[in-house]
């Protein structure tokens, strides 16, 4: 799928005939993290998709496709919990109605979402990469990479 994107990205430059500063800004901006309203979630913001992850899954949204990507953790530590790590500057306001008591004020912005533990010895980080959404798993000595499991829903073929 990256090459997909990458593919948008050329098509939509070159149909420019001037290339148009904002444009240029909106793909500067770094993917960001934020808590969500359920516990322990957090998402993610990226400029064609947006994210969810918990300790059981993490769900892509793509803004062209009609259904998500969703990646499940097999057999994952139900204790574990997304924390977000590496604070970055700015917070996001949600003002949504008339009444105060929906509004969600002050929401922080996180680099970083980690999983401490989803595995035994095995935590797993999330971060953006100029705008792109990576994971890696972190394995200490002696633990056991066999144990990851990943299960791919809504997805035709992985590559």
């Not at 149909?15 to 770094?30: E, F, G, M, R, W």
């Not at 105060?100 to 912005?109: D, L, M, S, T, Y």
């Amino acid at each position: 799928m990256k090459w997909h994107f990458a593919l948008l990205a050329v098509l939509s430059f070159c149909a420019q005939s001037k290339p148009d500063p904002s444009v240029y800004l909106l793909n500067t901006v770094p993917l960001h993290f934020e808590p969500s309203l359920q516990a322990g979630t957090y998402e993610g913001f990226g400029l064609s998709y947006n994210v969810a992850i918990d300790n059981r899954q993490m769900t892509l949204n793509f803004n062209h496709e009609p259904l998500p990507l969703r990646v499940e953790f097999v057999a994952a530590n139900a204790q574990a919990q997304a924390k977000g790590a590496i604070s970055m500057p700015g917070l996001s306001h949600y003002l949504t109605g008339s009444s105060a008591n929906h509004w969600r004020k002050g929401v922080p912005h996180y680099a970083r979402v980690a999983i401490s533990e989803l595995y035994r010895g095995i935590d797993l980080i999330f971060y953006g990469n100029h705008g792109e959404l990576e994971f890696d798993f972190r394995i200490r000595p002696g633990s056991r990479a066999d144990k990851i499991q990943l299960d791919y829903h809504g997805a035709d073929s992985i590559q």
